[in-house]
């Protein structure tokens, strides 16, 4: 695709289960970045993958929340016993070298 | 990290010049002023960017003060699609383990 690639586009879970959201980023894009967008308020950075380094996971507010990049294309955010606190829109980037970001459209998580 | 300060909100008329400012006192020398905005239910989209000289592309331009603290985004003829959330970042020259980072923004309001 021409894009960076989000799915699903909406997931609405109920309190406590868990939910799994994927981004396919840009063939050749290096680095690949998770935020989170709560209504109405700016991007907050949760995780970094950049090429076979260790992902930076310093943005990632509780051990509920993890990721994985697997073959340094497609990365899966995954939150577990999931809280209303949750409920945001969850955003994908990916970079190559020494340019812009390219984001997707986001998943809009409502957790009920 | 150097930051970047922006007004909430501004408004416009259709048609007329908008410009969105951007201070950055604490710039570096070798920092890049990058521009993105977020239209409603989309993931953010890169305008422009520049260093030091004034730069035009096909979306807006870009001033940039002589000493480099502050930038102005130019929407030259604003329309109702302009309407978004203007981020103002600033990005290294080497981007190896650069993590974007957003503020709030500028929310512009276009008026028919």
């Known amino acids: 695709g021409a894009g960076v690639s989000q799915s699903p586009s909406n997931k609405v879970t109920e309190k406590g289960k868990d939910v799994e959201l994927r981004c396919d980023p840009i063939s050749g894009h290096t680095a690949l970045y998770w935020y989170r967008q709560s209504l109405g308020q700016g991007l907050e950075f949760l995780i970094y993958?950049?090429?076979?380094?260790?992902?930076?996971k310093s943005g990632l507010p509780s051990d509920r929340f993890s990721a994985e990049r697997t073959g340094g294309s497609v990365s899966t955010l995954t939150i577990q016993r999931t809280q209303q606190e949750d409920s945001a829109v969850y955003l994908c980037?990916?970079?190559?070298?020494?340019?812009?970001?390219?984001f997707g459209q986001g998943t809009r998580l409502t957790v009920v | 990290d150097a930051k970047t300060t922006q007004p909430n909100s501004m408004e416009s008329n259709e048609e007329e010049p908008v410009h969105l400012p951007c201070n950055h006192s604490?710039?570096?020398?070798?920092?890049?002023i990058h521009w993105y905005r977020q239209l409603p239910s989309q993931g953010p989209e890169y305008v422009i960017h520049g260093l030091t000289s004034n730069v035009n592309n096909r979306m807006a331009s870009l001033a940039i003060a002589e000493d480099r603290k502050s930038s102005t985004l130019i929407l030259h003829r604003a329309t109702l699609r302009d309407a978004a959330v203007y981020y103002c970042?600033?990005?290294?020259?080497?981007?190896?383990?650069?993590?974007?980072?957003f503020g709030r923004g500028t929310s512009l309001i276009v008026h028919p």
């Open positions: 993958f950049q090429g076979n380094s260790a992902p930076d």
């Open positions: 604490t710039i570096s020398g070798t920092d890049y």
């Open positions: 980037a990916s970079r190559p070298p020494n340019t812009e970001a390219f």
């Open positions: 970042i600033l990005s290294p020259l080497h981007m190896g383990s650069y993590i974007p980072t």
